[in-house]
T-cell receptor
Framework: DTGVSQDPRHKITKRGQNVTFRCDPI?????LYWYRQTLGQGPEFLTYFQNEAQLEKSRLLSDRFSAERPKGSFSTLEIQRTEQGDSAMYLC????????????FGSGTRLTVV | AQSVTQPDIHITVSEGASLELRCNYSYGATPYLFWYVQSPGQGLQLLLKYFSGDTLVQGIKGFEAEFKRSQSSFNLRKPSVHWSDAAEYFCAVGVGDMRFGAGTRLTVKP
């Protein structure tokens, strides 16, 4: 198992464009999480899935953000009409169903909106 | 709502000295507590976790943490710091919507 994979590693986009990120979790893990991290801050929770069901969404996840996990395997996070304030590192993590043993994080996708 | 406070933004220690990073949490029930480390340009790596049992937990890389319910604390310790421990350290609480502190940046002086 190669761990949690995120693609792309870096994305530069113009303000107003749409972007989509992909996360491939560890295959045995049925929970998948998305976080956002800005410079000098800790990761901020965005949303998480148990299999294909989206169980919780943070109020940080505005209507421009949408996340899917259609077959309970990989997940996508889409940001529509990007704004400069969306510039951040987007982290994906996965865990077993109760998460008690901690999460395994990917290396993240760094988004820069210009 | 669950939350974490890491009072120290930046700590500098000499190599070989002991280390303690502070973490205070707010959680409605028995907390699930974690410490993660993040090196520059890297993802977060789990150091250790607590959710029940012995209040002193051992982790990887020689780290340990002690859960103190009366103080709502989960401080991370290491008896002798190595230069390779320089990184950002995050305390986190909860499962599902796990919440992280703002982090403590550790600098190690030679």
């Amino acid at each position: 198992d190669t761990g949690v994979s995120q693609d792309p590693r870096h994305k530069i986009t113009k303000r107003g464009q749409n972007v989509t990120f992909r996360c491939d979790p560890i295959s045995e893990h049925n929970r998948l999480y998305w976080y956002r991290q800005t410079l000098g801050q800790g990761p901020e929770f965005l949303t998480y899935f148990q299999n294909e069901a989206q169980l919780e969404k943070s109020r940080l996840l505005s209507d421009r953000f949408s996340a899917e996990r259609p077959k309970g395997s990989f997940s996508t996070l889409e940001i529509q009409r990007t704004e400069q304030g969306d510039s951040a590192m987007y982290l994906c993590a996965s865990s077993t169903s109760n998460g008690h043993y901690g999460y395994t994080f990917g290396s993240g996708t760094r988004l820069t909106v210009v | 709502a669950q939350s974490v406070t890491q009072p120290d933004i930046h700590i500098t220690v000499s190599e070989g000295a002991s280390l303690e990073l502070r973490c205070n949490y707010s959680y409605g029930a028995t907390p699930y507590l974690f410490w993660y480390v993040q090196s520059p340009g890297q993802g977060l790596q789990l150091l250790l976790k607590y959710f029940s049992g012995d209040t002193l937990v051992q982790g990887i890389k020689g780290f340990e943490a002690e859960f103190k319910r009366s103080q709502s604390s989960f401080n991370l310790r290491k008896p002798s710091v190595h230069w390779s421990d320089a990184a950002e350290y995050f305390c986190a609480v909860g499962v599902g919507d796990m919440r992280f502190g703002a982090g403590t940046r550790l600098t190690v002086k030679p």
